[in-house]
């Protein structure tokens, strides 16, 4: 990566690309906006069409300037649809993605029938071609990209506010309209720079997947933004490694597929939201609470004699709850805290503090004392 040019331009690009979606991914997820983002990155096919016809010029900051007008305009038309008529958000936003993508594809089609040779390649937008990217391309994304965390570092308590409750942001008499248009805005920007990379179909699992992947691991806003930055970057620099590394393999695709992996390892692994964590701590829970039942029998069965640590067999213990199996590895592991101890042979009885917990245990799920 750091001797070849074409795979360390696409590298650099793909992890700037990860990092500023990542940021403005976070805002789009916490504020349940994630199909913005779908209908942005398609809206801005109409844009680079007119851009090119207008100009003649296939010039990735032309484009990106056409991109950015069309998702604009699409996402001020999503607004003021949803805000002046009975037509609900989510309508709004399949409403103008679709007529925006539709209008694109016939403007690109009839581009494409022109005798001129010059409107060769802007299919490769629907798609994006990382390999064409330049160190040109790379420096406009930097800049781009760098004006977006800086507006997000200086609105940062605004934004803040502004994606956990907009009605307290209002009671703060905070111009929240305006702040939605910026960030929005910045949404639009984070979009329109990754459009030649990855493609106005595949932009917005770039600005998703990664916010989606960092919710999993924290409860902190910062925090979440720092990996969902990481994560933009590393599946950006992977996906272009492994492109690299076999042939007839698209970057753009690549780079999403390697962001889906880290989604669904985020979902399986991280802690307190990761489906093997909830696995393990309902294990943990349920021997946990077989261990109680345990105890509040021994400590039922004792109550029958004078001495409240009296010995009883396993049998009489597996006979009192028939589906619970045997229940000796149970009563080995309250003998290893201290709970119970073994009599003599197959004979069990409650330790001091065994009896305390039981009577607590027993108290409680009875709601009252020893009968």
């Known amino acids: 990566m750091l001797t070849d040019y074409t795979l360390r331009t696409v590298a650099l690009g793909a992890a700037l690309l990860g990092i500023v979606s990542g940021a403005l ?15 942005v990155s398609h809206a801005a096919l109409p844009g680079i069409a007119l851009a090119f016809l207008l100009t003649g010029s296939k010039a990735p900051i032309i484009l990106i300037a056409g991109a950015a007008v069309a998702g604009w305009a699409a996402t001020w038309l999503i607004m003021a649809t949803s805000w002046s008529t009975r037509i609900k958000y989510d309508s709004a936003l399949g409403l103008v993605l679709s007529v925006f993508f539709g209008v694109g594809l016939l403007i690109l089609t009839a581009i494409q029938k022109m005798p001129d040779a010059q409107q060769a390649g802007l299919d ?20 781009l990209g760098a004006l977006a965390l800086a507006a997000i570092a200086i609105l940062w308590k605004e934004f803040k506010i502004l994606s956990f409750d907009p009605e307290f942001a209002r009671s703060l008499q905070l111009p929240v309209r305006r702040l939605d248009a910026a960030l929005t805005m910045l949404l639009v920007l984070a979009i329109v720079i990754g459009l030649q990379m990855v493609g106005v179909v595949l932009m917005s699992a770039m600005l ?16 979440m933004m720092v990996i969902s930055m990481g994560a933009g970057a590393l599946a ?18 690549t780079i999403v597929l390697c962001i889906s992996a880290l989604v669904l390892l985020s979902m399986a692994l991280a802690p307190n939201r990761g489906l093997a964590w909830r696995m393990v701590n309902r294990y943990r829970k349920s021997m946990q609470l077989g ?5 509040v029998d021994l400590y039922i069965l004792a109550l029958k004699h004078a001495e409240r640590t009296h010995a009883h067999d396993e049998t009489a213990l597996a006979l009192m709850r028939p589906g619970a ?7 080995r592991k309250l003998q290893e805290i201290g709970l119970a101890e073994r009599a003599h042979g197959r ?3 409650l330790t001091d503090d065994g009896v305390k917990e ?8 009875k709601g009252g004392g020893d009968p």
């Open 25 to 39: 991914g976070t805002f789009a997820v916490l504020r349940r906006q994630s199909l913005l983002g779908d209908a």
């Open 124 to 143: 490769t937008y629907l798609f994006g071609q990382a390999a064409s990217l330049v160190q040109r391309d790379v420096l406009t994304m930097a800049i």
């Open 208 to 223: 998703i997947a990664p916010a989606a992947a960092a919710r999993q691991w924290t409860d902190r806003l910062g925090i």
């Open 236 to 253: 950006g620099v992977a996906g272009a490694l492994i492109s690299a590394s076999g042939s007839h393999l698209p970057t753009g695709p």
């Open 291 to 295: 261990r109680e039942a345990l105890l």
């Open 325 to 331: 199996g045997s229940p000796r590895g149970r009563l």
């Open 347 to 349: 004979l069990w009885r």
């Open 358 to 365: 039981a009577r607590r245990l027993y108290r409680v799920r």
